[in-house]
């Protein structure tokens, strides 16, 4: 069933055979070499903080989150009955709710009495340029506008690290950052 190779032919087998061994032997050296010749920090990648918010909103509230400061979000909720704007902010070294800011926003964006508002809100994030007290704006910005009338606005807080870091709740009102109109054509009903 085999036949025999011709003596050359078997040569030629055996000689390709020993060069891919060869070429095989020296891939393996010269990765070797490149390893041990290579900084031992290797290849890295810059470190990248992802900052995730969400919000959502049903018939009567909306909620959205957002970073206080570095250790810190806050969850903003509004209540469509009433207009209030509320901030609560969770210690992360006591688990407890360590700020509680609120504010009402019926009269920053025009919602007619008697008319049921359409809000939507969203959070971003701001570097504001910060002093060297106690007292700094979070990081955080709430962005709410009323879909009726086009009227938007911006609202913040001043946040105190060292009261968080005491674990001493704290409290305040929302700021009124800035208001616009992102409508400029009156709906009729």
């Not at 920090?41 to 018939?59: D, I, N, R, V």
């Not at 206080?68 to 979000?73: H, M």
């Not at 105190?160 to 208001?179: C, E, H, I, V």
């Amino acid at each position: 069933m085999f036949r025999r190779l011709p003596k050359r032919s078997l040569l030629m087998l055996l000689a390709g055979l020993a060069m891919g061994l060869l070429v095989g032997v020296g891939m393996m050296l010269g990765t070797l070499v490149a390893v041990k010749q290579a900084p031992a920090t290797g290849l890295q990648f810059p470190e990248t903080l992802l900052h995730a918010s969400a919000s959502h909103s049903g018939k009567s509230m909306a909620m959205a989150t957002g970073y206080v400061d570095e250790e810190a979000e806050g969850v903003y909720i509004l209540d469509y009955l009433t207009g209030d704007l509320q901030c609560w902010v969770l210690n992360p070294r006591t688990f407890q709710w360590g700020g509680v800011y609120k504010y009402n926003v019926i009269n920053d964006l025009g919602v007619q009495q008697g008319k049921e508002p359409s809000y939507v809100m969203v959070t971003g994030q701001m570097q504001f340029r910060r002093g060297g007290g106690a007292q700094m704006p979070a990081v955080c910005v709430v962005y709410v506008a009323d879909a009726n009338t086009g009227n938007f606005a911006a609202y913040g807080m001043l946040w105190d690290r060292t009261m968080a870091a005491g674990g001493r709740p704290q409290q305040g009102s929302l700021n009124l950052l800035g208001t616009g109109k992102a409508r400029t054509l009156e709906i009729r009903e």
